[in-house]
Nanobody, 130 residues
Framework: QVRLVESGGGSVQSGGSLRLSCIVY????????MGWFRQAPGNEREGVAV?????????EDSVKGRFTISQDNAENTTRLYLQMNSLKPEDTAMYFC??????????????????????WGQGTQVTVSS
């Protein structure tokens, strides 16, 4: 059974940095698409950054130049990261890791859509104060 577990959230002041991590359990094969999504109270879940198995990335416009998505596969375990710099109060949200191991090729718009993913973590809260 595929399970995604996030960590690394917390509270920081505006301009600070956080690094989110996600470990994939129960699946040791290549994962075609993985990504980070966020959801603030009253808002829909939105794509923040996504990565395909070829290393191609896509970012939501408001995080470009500030957030970096990366992945490693050490010891046959997939780990996904999101380095978040220059954080702003509007980045405050619950952040979720997601995966679609068997997805075919997607456009950037499709890859940043929550409906394109079938495995989700439980989320980690990020709070940025001004």
């Amino acid at each position: 059974q595929v399970r995604l577990v996030e960590s690394g959230g917390g509270s920081v002041q505006s301009g600070g940095s956080l690094r989110l991590s996600c470990i994939v359990y129960g699946y040791s094969y290549k994962i075609n698409y993985m990504g980070w999504f966020r959801q603030a109270p009253g808002n829909e879940r939105e794509g923040v950054a996504v990565l395909d198995s070829e290393g191609t990335t896509a970012y939501e416009d408001s995080v470009k130049g500030r957030f970096t998505i990366s992945q490693d596969n050490a010891e046959n375990t997939t780990r996904l990261y999101l380095q978040m710099n220059s954080l702003k109060p509007e980045d405050t949200a619950m952040y979720f890791c997601a995966a679609n191991p068997l997805s075919g090729w997607m456009t950037s718009v499709q890859a940043l859509g929550a409906e394109s993913y079938n495995y989700w973590g439980q989320g980690t809260q990020v709070t940025v104060s001004s």
